[in-house]
């Protein structure tokens, strides 16, 4: 009997050892599994994805399994588990191997700044806690931002605003371009140098735009509010751009009695009085004055050169015009020319060449000096 009880307790210290031989083992094989990313948290701006890779390692002797799984930040982030580009949602491992798997996130576009956590769960390999950090705040809309909206010039100015257009939405844009400028102005929009009407623009991406805008002759001096627009059928986006007139420039070049036409002899002079008006509302500067006269023509101004002109008021100018002394009687035109960096103007003076009244006499001489002569030819021979 005693040898009968040693017996049983013989054999129940033996199952109590191999019981905590396979509660050891099972320790080892749970502990020998793991779940790895180099980079736990990182940062990203709306509308942007963010890719991890994770390695499931299994150091332990037995083939382990997993179900993945992850717990969602919000309702509009986008999650997708992958392997071999195949969507992937449970993973098996072989002992003393590893297998990799895709973890990427797309942030929202319409999201706060700040820190988010996330979590992926991997069954007997634990889970993997990751942070993301959201750079700006974001909105789910288009912008449209100029680099500077108000600009100041002249009415012979050329304003030039620098844009931003940007597509804060989940898919791809195309937006059409339109400007409600003033009557008489133009507005040309422009992209890499090259002129457009509309734009594509990828998700969370921006394009550099460039506005000109022209105003009209008779711009007067005033603030202009210019309202743009980029738009299509589900988003839109505005801004109003400013242009400031300060001035207009205006300039008149005629003759003090606005008569256009002058006579003059062949190889004579005629003095012209012209005036150089300021016509507009800003000071002109250094207006010079200069023609295009016909062949062998000469024209000369007195003086030459006006400093300045202030708006309203007018510079006298002598012209004087030399004509050729072989031009033939009719009718010649001499353009003159009253210029400043600002501003032009022009004028044609119709120029009437008479033949010289000593020229004249000295034909009738040699025609009464022909007669004269046939006369007495006549008388001498015609006695014979």
Sequence with gaps: MFKTVRNKMAALALALCLGTLAVSASAFAAGGVKLYTPYTSLSAAPGETLSYDVELIND????????????????????????????????????????????????????????????????????????????????????????QPNMQGNSDSTFTYNLTLSNRTASKQQYALSADAPDGWTAQFAVSGSNVTSVDIDPNGSQAITLTLTPSDKATAQTYDIPIQASNSSTNAKATMQAVITGTYGLNLTTSDQRLSADVTAGGKKNLEMVVQNTGSSELSNVSLTSTA???????????????????????????????????????????????????????IRVTVKTSVFWGWIGVVIIAAVLAGIYGLFRKYGRR
């Design 294 to 348: 016909p062949t062998d023509w000469e024209v000369t101004f007195e003086p030459k050169t006006i400093a300045s002109i202030k708006p309203g008021e007018s510079v006298p100018v002598t012209a004087t015009i030399q004509s050729s002394g072989k031009s033939l009687s009719g009718d010649y035109v001499v353009g003159m020319t009253a210029q400043s960096s600002e501003k032009s103007a022009d004028a044609a």
């Design 60 to 147: 332990g002797d037995s083939i382990q399994t997993a179900d993945l799984s992850y717990e969602p930040i919000g309702t509009n982030w986008t999650t997708d588990l992958s392997a071999g580009g195949h969507p992937i949602r449970q993973v098996s491992v072989k002992p003393g191997e590893s297998q990799n798997v895709n973890l990427t996130i797309q942030v929202p576009y319409e999201v706060n700044k700040g820190d988010y956590a996330f979590r992926l769960n991997a069954g007997t390999f634990g889970a993997l806690n990751l942070k993301i950090n959201v750079t700006e705040q974001g909105t789910y809309k288009t912008e449209l931002t100029a680099e």
